[in-house]
């Protein structure tokens, strides 16, 4: 099936996003990406050092991968927009993933400034994904800024606690016309085949794989999972119902015995 992901000017057969964050050993990493199957990987640009001979999560990040560097650590759009740049005067590219929290409890992005730093930097060329809340007017005011996709969070995150907002996710797919990238909160591979059976356009995993017993059995179960998904909703599932309805109705079979 050729069903390729257009974003960014790339052109993704995969459509899992997966993290480098929080496994126990990074050379895993390189690994994972192998079994997974996915071609974009995020890492918190405070991580990436070009100049180290050690210790430096490039090195652990295969070269066909394309880089989503986060704003991880950003309290606001002007601290989200210094990352940024700084991202892309190192040789990280142009694609940038926005995350501006200043809560630390919660760790919820703030749609305010979110919005504030995807517009600035839209302008300036990059791929812009914004992290954010489900929430319908901030999905909106992200699209104006000129976004190349949304990533609202499935539960907060860390937290491997599935859809927790899965009725918010089904009305951003149903009226946002960008990409609705799933981030945040996945914890199992069904949880990511059941957005990608929504309709979202992909889904990033990071916590759940990084933190499993076996993340390479993980990442391949969760690169299944997200194709699985998509065939799914491209397949058009049959509507539900509430009364049952037989697979093979008995009324003439019945009608011609009796007769």
């Not at 017993?213 to 509507?239: S, T, W």
């Amino acid at each position: 099936m050729n069903d390729l992901f257009d974003i960014g000017g790339k052109h993704l057969q995969s459509r899992l996003f997966i993290g480098t964050g929080k496994f126990a050993d990074d050379a895993l990493i390189p690994e994972v990406c192998e079994a997974s199957g996915s071609q974009v990987i995020t890492t918190a640009l405070r991580r990436v050092d070009l100049d180290a001979t050690t210790d430096n999560i490039m090195q652990h990040i295969p070269k066909r991968m394309t880089l989503l560097p986060n704003t991880s650590g950003a309290r606001n759009a002007t601290e989200a927009v210094r990352i940024a740049r700084l991202a892309r005067a190192m040789g990280c590219g142009d694609w940038i993933k926005i995350e501006v929290i200043s809560d630390s409890k919660y760790l919820l992005p703030d749609g305010y400034e979110t919005a504030k730093a995807t517009e600035i930097l839209a302008k300036e060329g990059f791929v812009v994904l914004p992290y954010m809340n489900p929430d319908l007017y901030v999905a909106r005011s992200l699209v104006d800024a000129g976004a190349a996709a949304v990533m609202p969070l499935g539960a907060p995150i860390g937290t491997n606690r599935g859809l927790r907002t899965e009725e918010m996710l089904r009305i951003l797919i149903e009226e946002i016309e960008l990409p609705i990238i799933v981030d945040a909160g996945i914890g199992r591979p069904s949880e990511a085949c059941q957005a990608m059976e929504m309709g979202a356009a992909a889904v990033l995993v990071n916590t759940a794989i990084a933190t499993a017993i076996d993340p390479l059995a993980m990442g391949r179960a969760f690169g299944n999972a997200v194709r699985a998904g998509r065939e799914a909703y491209l397949a058009g599932p049959g509507a539900t119902r509430t009364l049952a309805s037989a697979s093979s109705p008995l009324t003439e079979f019945l009608s011609g015995a009796q007769a």
